[in-house]
């Protein structure tokens, strides 16, 4: 049997290039990768357990299959839907969160940063969110997870209910491990942080244009364009890193140098940097034109997907069942 592969992104609008290079960049060379069998899913029902807009939920969901498709996932070599299509993620996830405790979820950095932007909405679902997520991937009895490293502590908290389950019920759930690419953490522009939906200003999107590009770019924070050290962190630094992300590390040592020698033109570094952003993304967009123009497709794309998962789900969920002692 074919080791699995299982992936996905919220459905909170479109990709930015933190989920392009940290995580579908991982998708596609998983895809091709014929010792496994890919699954990537939109997580719609993790985009619930923060304030969305209804009107909007849907639309996105799409939104994100549109650029799956766009950026190469392709439906004969993976399977592609909706979470929320395959209701076994929610039953899984159930049984799973009653192997982990509350002060756990609660002392997991990802659930406190969610309760400090939404002090008003911490729910019952942002609690369980890891949990869900862990589902997802058990689900599949998927061994990796092409995720960006801000997602690790989950996995963790997979690895740790997989390892539980095995030894109370001898299920054989493999110990999910993170599959990680060269962009594994990309910067935000704001100098803080990491490139994030939930920051405006933080990120450049898939589907931005090269003038959108350099006007995100001209308001990433800079400084006097020279010192002692390079920097570490803050503006510069992350601008380095995406100079090395998209030009190469060859040339983030010739800015390097000129950072500790003659000093560095911020305004040259981002026309240049915007363009070859622009550069790798242009294709994507093209792409994404025969899709939108062609919404049955998407449609076909996402059921079919979901039947293919179902198939897989339903088996996972008779054996738990089984294991756990419900009634079937
Ligand atoms: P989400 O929607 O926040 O992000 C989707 C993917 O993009 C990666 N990513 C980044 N990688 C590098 N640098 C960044 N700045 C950056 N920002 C985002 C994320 O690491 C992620 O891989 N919890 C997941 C969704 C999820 C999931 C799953 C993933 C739900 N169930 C099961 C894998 C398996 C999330 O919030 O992704």
Redesign the pocket.
């Known amino acids: 049997m074919k080791k699995r592969v299982?992936?996905?992104?919220?459905a909170?609008g479109r990709l930015?290039?933190?989920?392009y290079?940290?995580?579908?960049k991982g998708y596609l060379e998983l895809q091709n990768n014929p010792d496994y069998e890919a699954i990537y899913?939109v997580?719609d029902l993790?985009a619930i357990t923060t304030p969305y807009d209804k009107a909007k939920l849907f639309e996105n969901t799409r939104n994100v299959v549109m650029d799956y498709l766009a950026c190469g996932l392709d439906p004969e070599k993976s399977i592609i839907t909706a979470?929320s299509l395959v209701p076994e993620h929610t039953f899984l996830a159930h049984i799973l969160s009653s192997e982990i405790t509350v002060a756990r979820m609660q002392h997991l950095p990802t659930f406190k940063e969610k309760v400090k932007q939404h002090p008003d909405h911490v729910t019952m679902a942002l609690l369980n969110?890891p949990v869900?997520?862990a589902s997802?991937?058990l689900l599949y009895k998927a061994s990796l997870?092409?995720?960006?490293?801000?997602?690790e502590p989950?996995l963790e908290v997979a690895r740790e209910i997989a390892r539980k389950i095995n030894e109370k019920y001898g299920t054989d759930f493999p110990e999910p491990k993170r599959f990680a690419t060269q962009?594994?953490?990309?910067?935000?522009l704001t100098g803080e942080g990491?490139?994030?939906?939930s920051v405006e200003g933080s990120y450049i999107g898939l589907t931005d244009s090269l003038d959108e590009i350099k006007k995100k770019l001209s308001g990433a924070p800079t400084d006097s364009g020279k010192g002692e050290a390079i920097p570490e962190k803050g503006g510069v630094a992350n601008l380095f890193k995406l100079v090395e992300l998209f030009e190469g590390s060859e040339k983030r040592k010739e800015y390097e140098e000129k950072y500790l020698g003659g000093g560095v033109r911020y305004g040259e570094l981002k026309t240049e940097l915007a363009e070859a952003i622009f550069k790798e993304i242009e294709p994507i967009q093209k792409q994404r034109k025969i899709y939108e123009n062609d919404p049955s497709l998407v449609e076909r794309v996402i059921k079919e997907g979901a039947e293919k998962a179902g198939i897989i789900a339903g088996k996972t969920i008779e054996e738990i069942k089984d294991k756990i002692g419900l009634i079937k």
């Open positions: 299982f992936s996905g992104t919220r909170t930015h290039l933190g989920n290079l940290g995580a579908v899913m997580m993790h979470q969110y869900l997520m997802d991937i997870v092409p995720v960006g490293i801000d997602q989950h962009g594994e953490y990309v910067p935000s990491k490139m994030s939906k």
